[in-house]
C-alpha cells in the first residue's frame, strides 16, 4: 500500500533563516506530486506541483522553491525564512484523481 | 474567483443530531471530480469520497451521505446521529480534469463542524 511521509513534524526557525522540508512516497511510482500551505484559519494554499523528476510548475510567486531530486521525493526549501511563511505545510500524491496528504509540517518563523 | 464555495464557517451540533455541510461549484469543464476530505485536530487531511461528473447517484457509507446534484452544482455532505469524533473541519474539492491534467484541486474554505456531547 501506498505512503506518504513528511519530515519534520514540527519546526521553529527563526526570521532569515534557510529552510528544507521533505516529503517522501512509498509504494507507487512517478506520482503527482503537490505541496500545499495551510496558513491559521484553514484555507489551503496549493505551492507547488510536480509531474515527474525535476519538473516543478509554481502557483503562486513567494520566497520559497521545491525540488524533485527522485521519483518520490519532493523537497520545499527557502533561503530565507519571512514571518508570513509560517503555517502548516502538507504534501500530497495523487491516486486515480484523489490526492492523499502526508502528516503535515508545522512551522512557526519567530 | 472562487470556484468552490462553503458558505457555512461553522456549524454546531450535539451528539446525535444530523448535520448538512453544503458545497457549491463552478465549471465549465463537462469532465470534473469532486471531493470530501476531513482535517481532525490532528491536521492530516483524510479523503472521504470522490465523485465524478458522470455519476450523479448518491451514496451513503456508515453515517456519511453524500448528495451530488449537477442541475444546482452542488455536492453536500450529511453526517447522520453525529458523534463527538466528527468534530473537525471538512472541505469539498473540485478537480477539472478536461482543462487541468495535473490534478490540482480548488479548495473551499472549508466547514468548522463543532459536536458537543
Known amino acids: 500500500s501506498q505512503t506518504i511521509h513528511q519530515w519534520p513534524a514540527t519546526l521553529v526557525q527563526p526570521v532569515g533563516s534557510p529552510l528544507s522540508l521533505e516529503c517522501t512516497v512509498e509504494g507507487t511510482s512517478n506520482p503527482n506530486l503537490y505541496w500545499y500551505r495551510q496558513a491559521a484559519g484553514r484555507g489551503l494554499q496549493l505551492l507547488f506541483y510536480s509531474v515527474g523528476i525535476g519538473q516543478i510548475s509554481s502557483e503562486v510567486p513567494q520566497n520559497l522553491s521545491a525540488s524533485r531530486p527522485q521519483d518520490r521525493q519532493f523537497i520545499l526549501s527557502s533561503k530565507k525564512l519571512l514571518l508570513s511563511d509560517s503555517g502548516f505545510y502538507l504534501c500530497?500524491?495523487?491516486?486515480?484523481?484523489?490526492?492523499?496528504f502526508g502528516p503535515g509540517t508545522r512551522l512557526t518563523v519567530t | 474567483a472562487q470556484k468552490v464555495t462553503q458558505a457555512q464557517t461553522e456549524i454546531s451540533v450535539v451528539e446525535k443530531e444530523d448535520v448538512t455541510l453544503d458545497c457549491v461549484y463552478e465549471t465549465r469543464d463537462t469532465t470534473y471530480y469532486l471531493f470530501w476530505y476531513k482535517q481532525p485536530p490532528s491536521g492530516e487531511l483524510v479523503f472521504l469520497i470522490r465523485r465524478n461528473s458522470f455519476d450523479e447517484q448518491n451514496e451513503i457509507s456508515g453515517r456519511y451521505s453524500w448528495n451530488f446534484q449537477k442541475s444546482t452544482s452542488s455536492f453536500n455532505f450529511t453526517i447522520t446521529a453525529s458523534q463527538v469524533v466528527d468534530s473537525a473541519v471538512y472541505f469539498c474539492?473540485?478537480?477539472?480534469?478536461?482543462?487541468?491534467?495535473?490534478?490540482?484541486?480548488?479548495f473551499g474554505a472549508g466547514t468548522q463542524v463543532v459536536v458537543t456531547p
Open positions: 500530497a500524491w495523487r491516486g486515480t484523481a484523489e490526492q492523499y
Open positions: 474539492a473540485l478537480s477539472e480534469e478536461a482543462t487541468d491534467s495535473w490534478g490540482k484541486f480548488q
